[in-house]
């Protein structure tokens, strides 16, 4: 305001303008700000989570080789025992099991689970049409009262057949997002943390920048004085 009361200007005339400018700086701030954000957004939404899902997706599809490889030449109580393993040494195995052709379940890490009937179209169409499935699901979403209500998982269903190679059902696993999920509010939290703090810092440099521009101002309208 003092260059510009130095130039001839009311006072109130500089007040308004250099509200306007002040209007402008915030704008801009806030439009790099969201700038950031979004480019933040962008990568994590558009790179690193999928590559997170697909890695999820590989391990799935090997533990699926693996169960369809050696279960046909396995009594049903050492596929039972193998079903179990997986799904106890293995942290991100939600569930794995395998159902025959009606979806009903003969093997299930959670022995409790043995004998349920999932008829879902996903489960059905690797059960009786021979389809892989790969799928986002929510377990037990119309369960409130369940331990793994709401719980999201890459849901994985391949054909299943026995040692003479006939279609007998499918073989299902789901491997949890929790850590995804995790990842995701976290970075959103890291995110909203840096986004503020690089504009604040910028903000910061912007007025000392504007104070360096101003300072031979003051000088000179100093000198006239004398």
């Not at 693996?66 to 799904?87: D, W």
């Not at 349920?116 to 049409?129: I, S, W």
């Not at 892989?132 to 299943?160: C, F, K, M, W």
Request: one cysteine or more; charged letters at 20%.
């Amino acid at each position: 305001m003092e260059a510009c009361e130095l130039a001839g200007y009311h006072r109130g005339d500089c007040l308004w303008s250099f509200m306007k400018i002040l209007s402008r700086f915030l704008l801009w701030n806030l439009a790099v700000l969201a700038l950031i954000v979004a480019s933040f957004l962008l990568l994590l939404e558009g790179f690193v989570i999928p590559g997170q899902e697909e890695i999820l997706r590989q391990r799935a599809r090997s533990t699926l080789d693996v169960l369809r490889s050696t279960c046909p030449h396995l009594t049903a109580q050492e596929v039972q025992s193998v079903v179990e393993a997986h799904q106890r040494v293995d942290p991100l195995v939600s569930y794995v099991l395998i159902v025959d052709q009606s979806g009903k379940a003969w093997a299930h890490g959670t022995p409790s689970r043995i004998g349920m009937v999932f008829n879902d179209p996903g489960t059905l169409a690797a059960a009786r049409d021979g389809r892989t499935i790969e799928q986002l699901y929510t377990r037990d979403s119309t369960n409130p009262n369940s331990a793994y209500h709401g719980e999201r998982v890459i849901d994985i269903l391949q054909p299943y057949y026995d040692s003479q190679g006939r279609h007998i059902g499918a073989v299902n696993i789901g491997l949890s997002m929790r850590g995804i999920d995790q990842f995701r509010r976290s970075a959103f939290r890291y995110l909203l943390v840096v986004g503020v703090f690089l504009s604040l810092a910028y903000s910061v440099a912007s007025f000392v920048f504007y104070a360096s521009l101003i300072r031979p101002i003051r000088v000179l309208k100093e000198a006239t004085k004398l």
